[in-house]
């Protein structure tokens, strides 16, 4: 499974990626404000410390304002992937790049035939909001489940299951289960991935009893150096 991080916070970015465990990195505009900088200079950053895709989402909503914006997102590197919402122009507009090379993932999904109709457009990523079809009492994994499951149904359908809206690693081990292509995960849940408690616990005890060995472990000291 792919992991790809939800912000547009580039200090985050740099410093999850030297963890060597980032595949990409997903932004929309309520990020991009939250980020408080100009959105063209966040993308162009971040897609100098990441080389997976990096998703850019435009803000217009007809077509042909879509595949302006798109030209100008395209420019700033070939990883940035155009993120269009999941409206009959955005995926007017997704199966025109996508038939052009560009990378589109389409967002704002909360249905399994959205997900279709995104996959027929071309989509290279398809974003079901997990975590909004839970708090309005849905169960979102079960969307993930029908899409892949629809997804594998036709070899001619290409489209990664992009699971979004994430809000804590029990979302990502259902949707890993499940078998989607990729999790976008906010930093702070991509970084409690790490923990347990008994890992804390048992590397406490196996240092304290290191430290009573009074070994280091360093190259032996030859008779050259003695
Ligand atoms: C996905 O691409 C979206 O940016 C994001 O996952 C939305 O998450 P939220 O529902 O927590 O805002």
């Not at 950053?45 to 997102?73: F, Q």
């Not at 629809?150 to 979302?171: G, M």
Request: net charge neutral; hydrophobic share 45%.
């Amino acid at each position: 499974m792919k992991f790809f991080v939800d912000t547009a916070d580039t200090k985050e970015i740099r410093s999850l990626a030297e963890t060597g465990l980032l595949d990409g990195v997903t932004t929309n505009p309520t990020l991009m404000a939250k980020s408080g900088r100009n959105m063209l200079e966040v993308i162009a950053e971040i897609c100098d410390v990441v080389a997976g895709p990096v998703s850019a989402e435009v803000a217009a909503t007809d077509y042909e304002s879509i595949m302006r914006e798109a030209k100008v997102l395209r420019r700033i590197a070939k990883n940035v992937t155009i993120k269009v919402p999941l409206t009959p122009d955005g995926l007017r507009a997704c199966k025109a790049l996508s038939s052009d090379g560009a990378m589109v993932n389409v967002t704002l999904c909360f249905s399994a035939a959205q997900a279709l109709l995104a996959a027929k457009a071309g989509a290279t990523f398809i974003s079901p909001f997990v975590g909004r079809l839970d708090d309005i009492g849905h169960v979102g994994m079960e969307l993930i489940a029908d899409i892949v499951q629809i997804y594998k149904n036709y070899d001619t359908l290409k489209t990664e299951v992009l699971v979004a809206s994430v809000r804590s690693p029990l979302h990502v081990i259902d949707a890993a289960k499940i078998g989607a292509h990729v999790a976008t995960l906010p930093p702070a849940v991509l970084r409690s991935l790490y923990q347990h408690p008994l890992t804390e616990k048992g590397l406490a005890t196996f240092l304290a009893d290191w430290a009573k060995t009074g070994q280091h472990i360093e190259e032996p000291k030859t008779a050259a150096h003695a």
